[in-house]
């Protein structure tokens, strides 16, 4: 038998059969067979999916395709000859590696330290007799005790309660809690059986004694939890691309190193094992050894920053998958909402009341056309929210940090006790005046809760509050005005209008009623219907969970980014389309496809569906997750968002899976990629963000690195093609200073280039966009490149044309010639200084995003110029790499080189910008 056919069971089953059924009784279990059972069932515990050993998330990091490259080439310099080379490139792995595996250890660590648990204790009943154990020791059969603000521990049918009310939001996303009786009742939606509680979820409210049917993984709560832990997380699209890129610059580096082979022995007469060192030189130098730290460095500074903007990513390689999002599935309940209930308008007879101020922080005020009013200057808002502040069980208790307030009873309550206290009602004073002498408790047959107060010494006043269909019929009169009279048939039509328009709008109404007795009534043998009759209408008050103020801003960038946003929640059709209109997600033509309706369709229609504005209500687990995966399947790179245990499956399927940090479940957490410290739909922008900035960055390292290959390259050609007449103008130790010396450090302060400034003003990049792609090729090879070796190449010429040439033959050894090949390095250096301040904005402005505003790349700078006067002037060192000391007009030539060279791409820069703004 499936899990929901028995849910039904224990549900519809009247409580002796459930008892039969469970081997158990109200007395509950003997400890014997409390024992016997957690042997047979287990501990009733989420059982987390086998975590990858240490070891094999450490040697992770050394094995993807660029590092094997990198282990690959660094061999390939020792067989060479340059043994220190060879150690280097292994070094530069090894570094590498172990900064990747500290980075993803310290998000794992502040993951773990997050992660919420469920609840440690549980009052059972065990031989007759109440007694405390640890939750984990619960099993079937188990009857225990519940009251407001403990957690549910198991699945379990409820034996009695009174006055009990569940907050499920983390099983089925609603934000209004769900009232749970003795008496069956199907409901709406998913988990909404009025006699069943289930594992993970928390009492608001009331008390009750309750039977567990399911523990540990056989609970809705590890069901789902299963459901999560067998999906498979494929590899990300970063590793996907820089596996593509690794072979495209292998491809790259060996058909180089073949054509230099061959050119070494057929046209400069080279013996073959001369030549074929000479090749294994040059596909070094091609191999991109900087390319994997700074990836590393770009991912793990991405990290960084997000971290401050309360984003913590758990895999450094999620930060790019980010930026490739399309599509943000995200739930209402605590995500786009406060997941605090507030009370918005007050609505009378005589005239609508608005309350300012959000959630439960006492911020706002009670406003008449924008006029605030105190509770006693108008004697209908007095009368309404003396009912509101009186008849209510909850308490509000301020947070001393100035977090979140603890809520002791229901947010429904709650956000009554706020709007008196808005009113300047002081609820304990009032007390004194007005004792409270007995409570009539809500239930959700008559959905009402009333209270009996000492009004004078001669009456008491009954209080009643509750749905507006179930109080307004037990009201016979109304107050307007202050004055009371018959309710005629044009007020109820005047109520019931002003609640349709409330309802209309997403908000929840609740009515406020009272009547006045005389003292000679006993109050204690009054029954219900008696107390609760010939009431008198006072008001209604409208609800809801509001929108997070940050979300409309938030939602306005996805849109610029073109970023779309679908709601997936379990709260009702006409909540979750107001909320979604108001916030601006979209528009009012928008669909809204509920659970039962997304069941019937098929997955072509759901994917039709999902390509236009589209909401999506009252939907299940698995449907979340069908949702997300059939996004995947229209071509969409899918960030989901969610809190509760239902929203696990699709936080595991998402290309990228964001979970809240404070009110998240632990089972949300380890399953998303991402989870937000501040449960904040901003920070998901902001982290998009960084996300685009990571890819660009790597883009722009990409961009930089090959540009210096091109002169590198260029000196080598002159030399194999003029069949050795033309001296090797850069030699192959020379070009690795390049690669692994001056380029490196600055290579990786793009790394950290901050995002540009119209990066959310463009559109996520396509999957099938490349990292080397047409773009990237042009500006490196075409531009840049081409630029750096005509002046590197001018440079070597120079300096034989101030001794002779062409009159003379090229120098071949001696000081011109190596003073000419120190030239040579030194053209290239300074012209990387210039293209690596080029290679920092794509269309804006250097001087515009601020010149000195990367540290890292003037730190970079600086070492390589310090590094590259080393080299000249070191003996011993000067040697190794066939370099001298330059003249003073050399230095000035080589510091002058950058500025023209940045002042060119500067008016490149301002065509394209000004280019795109005419069309």
Known sequence: MDEKKIRELYAQNNITDVFTNLHSSADGLSQAEADRRLKKYGKNAIKKAAAESEWKTF????????????????????????????????LVNIINGLFSFWQERAAKRATDALNNMLPTYVDVIRDGKKKQIDSKDLVPGDVFVLQAGNSIPADSRIISASSMQVDQSALNGESVPESKTVKYDPGEGSYAESNLVYSGTTVGAGTARAIAFATGMKTEFGRIASLTQKQTKTSSPLTAELNRLTKQLSVIAITIGIIFLIAAIFFVKYPFAKAFIFALGMIVAFIPEGLLPTVTLSLAQGVKRMAKKHALVKELNSVETLGETTVICSDKTGTLTQNQMTIHYIWTPAGEYHVTGNGYVNNGQIELNKKQLWYEENPDLHKLVQIAAL?????????????????????????????????????QKVLVKYPRLRELPFDSDRKRM????????????????????????????????????????????HAKRANADYASRGLRSMAMAYKIIDRDQDINKMTIDEAESHLVFVGLTTMSDPPRPEIYDAVKRCHRAKIRIIMVTGDSKLTAKSVAVQIGLTSDKARVISGTELEKMSDEELRKALKDEVIFARVAPEQKYRIVKNCQANGEVVASTGDGVNDAPALKQADIGIAMGQTGTDVAKEAANMILTDDNF??????????????????????????????????????????????LPMTVMQILTVDLGTDMLPALGLGAEAADPDTMNQPPRKRNEHLLNKGVM??????????????????????????????????????????????????IVFTQVANVLNCRTNTTSVF???????????????????????????????????TTPLLGTDWIFLFLLPIPLVLLDEARKWLIYHKKNIQ
């Open 848 to 882: 515009k995003k601020g010149l000195f505003s990367n540290k890292n790349i003037w730190y970079g700078i600086i070492f390589e110029i310090c590094l590259f006067f080393i080299l000249t002037v070191t003996p011993g060192i000067q040697e190794l790499f066939n």
């Open 391 to 427: 008849d209510n069980d909850t308490s509000v208790q301020p947070s001393k940090d100035g977090g979140k307030p603890k809520i002791l009873g229901t947010p429904t309550e709650a956000s009554l006790i706020v709007m008196a206290q808005k009113a300047g009602f002081d609820k």
């Open 778 to 827: 042009v500006k490196a090879f075409c531009w840049y490149g081409l630029l750096s070796s005509a002046i590197s190449t001018a440079a070597y010429f120079f300096v034989n044309w101030q001794n002779g040439w062409p009159l003379k033959n090229l120098a071949a050894s001696g000081p011109v010639y190596m003073r000419a090949t120190t030239m040579v390095l030194g053209a």
């Open 450 to 493: 009333s209270t009996i107060h000492r009004w004078n010494d001669t009456q008491y006043i009954i209080l009643t509050k509750g749905s507006y269909s179930d109080t307004i019929k037990q009201c016979d009169r109304i107050q307007e005005n202050g004055k009371v009279r018959a309710m005629t048939e044009k007020d109820r039509v």
């Open 682 to 727: 901003a920070s998901i922008v902001a982290a998009i963000e960084e996300g685009r900035a990571v890819y660009s960055n790597i883009r722009k390292f990409l961009t930089y690195i090959l540009t210096s290959n091109v002169p590198e390259a260029i000196p080598s050609v002159l030399f194999l093609f003029s069949a050795g007449l033309i001296p």
């Open 59 to 90: 040697f992770k990091n050394f094995t993807s395709m660029m590092a094997i490259l990198l282990w690959i080439s660094g061999f390939i310099a020792v067989v060479s000859g340059t043994l220190e080379l060879g150690i280097a490139i292994w």
